[in-house]
C-alpha cells in the first residue's frame, strides 16, 4: 500500500496533464507541511479537505474503493453491488429552519449512497454527545431522525451513544453510514462525464448553507431562508427509470456547485460550460450572499443534485426532476465540453466567461 | 431584485460597451480605485467587452491589501495571547503575516472569531468581562464609522476590556501618491462609489485640477461600472478633469454628515504606510488620544515585530497599476489563493485572488497588447 495507488497525476507513464491540472498541482508542492495543526478549512470541502484526504488518509488507508474518493463506494458481495456511505454531522445549530441536525444525518447519508445509483436500504447511528445536553432536545433529534428515514425510506438497524465530559463536545455530534443496493446495468461516477453531455441541477443553491449562516449569525432578511434539507433517493430513482444511462449524480454539499463540477471535470478530464443565468438561486438566497460576499456557487446545499446525462435525455431528465417536491426549479445548467479539460467555466449574463475555481477552504465573509 | 438585477441586465451592458466603443479615438488608462469594482470587473468579465483602447488598472483599494505586515504581525501576536478574544472580519484571517496567519494561530489554540460588524466585538467583550476583546479595526473610508462607532459604544458603556487594533487608510492621498509617481500612466479614476457614500465628493475637485485627471464616482455592478467608465471616456475624450457623479443613488456629495462626525470623533489623520508600497503621508487614521485606552497598540505592548516580506511578490507593483497580477512570476505558481504570498492573493477583492478565481492564467496575454 502506500505511493502506489496515491495519485494518478504522479505516475510518470500517465497522460500528461493538461494546463488546468498541472497549474492546481503547482500550487501545492509540499502538502500539509506549512499546518502543524488541523484548520477550519481541513473540513471546509475545499482544497484544503482534499488536501487532508489525499496526504495523510489515503497513504494510511489507501485501497482502491477509497481511492476513487466518492461520495460512496460500490463494492460487491456475493454478486451484489453494494454502495456503502459514512458521514459525519456537527452542525450548528442543532435545530435550524428547514432542519435539525437528525433529518440532516439522515438525508446526507442517504444521498451520498443515492448518488451512486442505489436504492439506500439501512443505515446506522453514532451519537456523541455532551454531558449535560436536554434529553428532550435529544428526543427531537431521534424523532427527526425517525421521520427523516420512514420518509426516505430507510431503516436505522444499528447505533451507539457515547458521552463525553462537559466542554469536550459541542452538545451533540451525529454519525450515520449506510448501505443501498446498486440496480443492475446502472454506472454512475464521474468519470463517465462526456463531452456532449447535458449539466442539471434539481434546483436553487445555497439554501442550507445560508439557512444555517443566517442563524448562526443572527442575520436576518426579508424572509427566513430555510434549509433545502431532503432525501433525494426517489428522485434518483425516477431518473434512472427515466434514462439508465446516466453517467454521473452528484449532491453538491460542502465546497457548492463549484466543487462538485471541479471534481468531476478533474475525474474525467472534461470541460464543464454553465451558464450563470440559467443557475438557480432563490432571490433571498442572492441577497444574503451578497451582503455577506459570498458566492452562492461555493455554499453548501442538503437537498439537491447535479445530473449528467447524454443530452438527448435531458429534457425527460428534467421533468422527472421538476416533478419531484425538491426539485421544482430544476434547470438545465450546462454541458460538458471538450475543450479546457479539468476546469469548470460559466458564461456571464454579459456574455463573457470566466473561471470557476474550487474554494481553498471555509468561505470568508468580505470586509466590505 | 430590485437594485440587483436591474444593474446586471446582459443586453444593457453589451449597449454601455457599444457607446463606450464609439466615443473612444485613441488609447486611454483608466483606474478603479477600489477592489471591489476590481472583483466585479473580472467577475462579470467587463474588460472582455471594452474597446481595445481602454485599460482598466486596477488601483491599491483592497483593505485586506494594504494592511501593513507589520499589523498583521501584531495581531497574530496578540491574537495567540491566552486572555484574548481576537475579532475580525472573515477575509483578514488568510492574510499572511510575516510567518503565520490568523487561521493558524486558531488552529494553534488562539481564540480567533469572525464578526460581521465591529458592534459584535464590543457585544463579545461586554459578555465575557474576564477576556481582553481585541477587534482588528482596518479598512478605508468605508468601515470607518463602524468601527468609530464601536470603540465610541465601548467609551460611553465602559467596556474596558475592548479595544481596538487600528490601521484605517484614507483613497484621497493614495490617488496623489499613484499620480505622482513615477511613470504613472494613469489618466483618469474611477472613484469607490462605498467610499464616497460615507465622505462625499466635495473634496476631489482640487485632486482633478491638480492632476487633470476625471474622477467618476462609480457603482459596482456591472451597468454601474459601464456607465462611469463611459462618463469618464467621454471627459477624457473631450480634454476635460471634473468630478463627476455616476452613482447618485448612493452618493450624495456631502457624503453621510453622521459617518463622517462619528469618524472626526474617533480618529485623527496619520502617516500610514501601505503594504506593498510604503508610507504616504496623511494617508491612515488612527484613534485620537481621547481614546487611548481602547488603542490595542498601548494595551498590549507587542515589540520585536520583525516583518520579513516575501522576495517573489510583487503586490506592491500591482496594487500601484504597475503591473497586471498575471505579469507576476509568481502567480499561480508559489503564489496562489492557497499559498498566498502577498495579501492581494488572500482577499476576494485583490486583484490577484481576483484574476487567479476567475481563471485569469487562462488568457495570459491576451490582451496585454491593448492599447500599447
Known amino acids: 500500500m502506500g505511493s502506489t495507488n496515491r495519485q494518478p497525476t504522479d505516475s510518470p507513464d500517465g497522460d500528461p496533464a493538461p494546463t488546468a491540472v498541472e497549474f492546481t498541482g503547482l500550487s501545492c508542492p509540499v502538502p500539509l507541511q506549512d499546518y502543524p495543526h488541523v484548520i477550519m478549512g481541513h473540513g471546509g470541502g475545499g482544497k484544503l479537505s482534499s488536501e487532508l484526504v489525499e496526504h495523510l488518509f489515503l497513504p494510511a488507508l489507501g485501497n482502491d474503493s477509497l481511492a476513487a474518493l466518492g461520495d460512496s463506494t460500490v463494492v460487491d458481495v456475493g454478486g451484489a453491488r453494494l454502495a456503502v456511505s459514512t458521514d459525519s454531522y456537527v452542525v450548528q445549530p442543532l435545530f435550524f429552519p428547514g432542519g435539525s441536525i437528525g433529518d440532516l444525518a439522515v438525508n446526507g447519508t442517504v444521498n451520498d449512497i443515492a448518488m451512486s445509483g442505489a436504492r439506500p436500504l439501512y443505515l446506522t447511528a453514532g451519537f456523541i454527545v455532551e454531558e449535560g445536553f436536554p434529553i428532550a432536545d435529544l428526543q427531537r433529534i431521534a424523532a427527526d431522525m425517525g421521520a427523516a428515514a420512514r420518509a426516505a425510506g430507510v431503516a436505522i438497524i444499528a447505533g451507539d451513544t457515547k458521552v463525553v465530559e462537559k466542554g469536550h463536545g459541542d452538545g451533540c455530534y451525529v454519525n450515520t453510514a449506510g448501505v443501498g443496493l446498486v440496480p443492475p446495468g446502472v454506472d454512475i461516477a464521474p468519470r463517465r462525464a462526456t463531452a456532449g453531455d447535458a449539466v442539471l441541477l434539481s434546483g436553487t443553491l445555497g439554501d442550507h448553507g445560508m439557512a444555517i449562516m443566517s442563524v448562526r449569525e443572527g442575520l436576518e432578511f426579508e424572509a427566513v431562508i430555510r434549509s433545502d434539507s431532503a432525501p433525494l433517493a426517489d428522485m434518483v430513482a425516477g431518473l434512472l427509470a427515466a434514462c439508465p444511462d446516466v453517467h454521473v449524480l452528484r449532491d453538491p454539499t460542502r465546497g457548492g456547485l463549484a466543487a462538485t463540477l471541479h471534481e468531476i471535470a478533474t475525474a474525467a478530464q472534461v470541460g464543464i460550460a454553465i451558464e450563470d443565468q440559467r443557475v438557480p438561486v432563490d432571490p433571498t438566497v442572492q441577497s444574503a450572499c451578497e451582503i455577506l460576499g459570498l458566492d452562492p456557487l461555493h455554499v453548501a446545499n442538503e437537498g439537491k443534485l447535479v445530473c449528467i446525462a447524454p443530452q438527448q435525455h435531458a429534457a425527460a431528465l428534467l421533468a422527472v426532476m421538476q416533478a419531484h417536491p425538491a426539485g421544482a426549479s430544476a434547470a438545465i445548467i450546462?454541458?460538458?465540453?471538450?475543450?479546457?479539460?479539468?476546469?469548470?467555466?460559466?458564461?456571464?449574463?454579459?456574455?463573457?466567461?470566466?473561471?470557476?475555481?474550487?474554494p481553498v477552504g471555509e468561505q470568508l465573509p468580505r470586509i466590505c | 431584485m430590485k437594485h440587483l438585477t436591474e444593474y446586471r441586465d446582459g443586453q444593457k451592458a453589451r449597449r454601455l460597451a457599444d457607446e463606450i466603443a464609439r466615443i473612444v479615438t485613441r488609447p486611454w488608462a483608466i483606474m478603479e480605485v477600489c477592489g471591489g469594482q476590481t472583483h466585479s470587473i473580472i467577475r462579470n468579465g467587463i474588460d472582455q467587452i471594452l474597446p481595445d483602447e481602454i485599460e482598466m488598472i486596477h488601483g491599491p483599494g483592497c483593505p485586506v491589501c494594504v494592511t501593513p505586515l507589520e499589523v498583521i504581525d501584531k495581531a497574530l501576536a496578540i491574537a495567540a495571547r491566552p486572555e484574548v478574544i481576537f475579532c475580525s472580519f472573515g477575509d483578514m484571517l488568510r492574510v499572511p503575516g510575516s510567518t503565520d496567519d490568523l487561521f493558524k494561530v486558531k488552529g494553534a489554540g488562539g481564540d480567533v472569531r469572525v464578526v460581521y460588524s465591529p458592534l459584535d466585538a464590543v457585544n463579545i467583550a461586554r459578555d465575557n468581562p474576564d477576556r481582553e476583546v481585541v477587534f482588528l479595526?482596518?479598512?478605508?473610508?468605508?468601515?470607518?464609522?463602524?468601527?468609530?462607532?464601536?470603540?465610541?459604544?465601548?467609551?460611553?458603556?465602559?467596556?474596558?476590556?475592548?479595544?481596538?487594533?487600528?490601521?484605517?487608510v484614507l483613497v484621497p492621498p493614495a490617488i496623489e501618491a499613484i499620480m505622482n509617481a513615477p511613470g504613472n500612466r494613469v489618466g483618469a479614476f474611477l472613484a469607490a462609489g462605498h467610499v464616497c457614500c460615507v465622505t462625499g465628493y466635495a473634496d476631489s475637485p482640487p485632486l482633478c485640477e491638480r492632476y487633470g485627471v476625471p474622477i467618476v464616482v462609480t457603482g459596482f455592478e456591472p451597468l454601474d461600472l459601464l456607465e462611469g467608465i463611459r462618463r469618464t471616456v467621454l471627459q477624457l475624450e473631450r480634454g476635460e478633469a471634473r468630478v463627476e457623479n455616476a452613482y447618485p443613488r448612493v452618493v450624495a456629495e456631502q457624503g453621510n454628515p453622521a459617518a463622517r462626525a462619528v469618524i472626526d470623533e474617533v480618529f485623527e489623520v496619520t502617516d500610514r504606510a501601505w503594504r506593498g508600497i510604503g508610507v504616504i503621508p496623511h494617508s491612515g487614521w488612527k484613534l485620537r488620544d481621547a481614546y487611548r485606552d481602547f488603542d490595542a497598540e498601548a494595551k498590549f505592548a507587542v515589540s520585536e515585530i520583525r516583518t520579513c516580506e516575501s522576495s517573489l511578490c510583487r503586490a506592491g507593483e500591482v496594487l500601484k497599476g504597475a503591473i497586471k497580477p498575471n505579469e507576476c512570476e509568481a502567480f499561480g505558481k508559489e503564489c496562489t489563493p492557497r499559498t498566498p504570498l502577498g495579501a492581494t492573493m488572500v482577499s476576494s477583492e485583490g486583484a490577484c485572488a481576483a484574476y487567479y478565481n476567475y481563471g485569469r492564467f487562462v488568457q495570459l496575454g491576451e490582451r496585454q497588447t491593448a492599447g500599447s
Open chain 1, 334 to 358: 450546462g454541458q460538458v465540453v471538450a475543450e479546457h479539460p479539468g476546469m469548470v467555466v460559466a458564461k456571464t449574463a454579459l456574455g463573457t466567461s470566466r473561471v470557476i475555481t474550487i
Open chain 2, 137 to 168: 479595526a482596518i479598512g478605508f473610508e468605508t468601515t470607518a464609522p463602524a468601527n468609530a462607532m464601536a470603540v465610541k459604544l465601548a467609551k460611553e458603556q465602559r467596556i474596558s476590556n475592548f479595544s481596538a487594533l487600528v490601521s484605517h
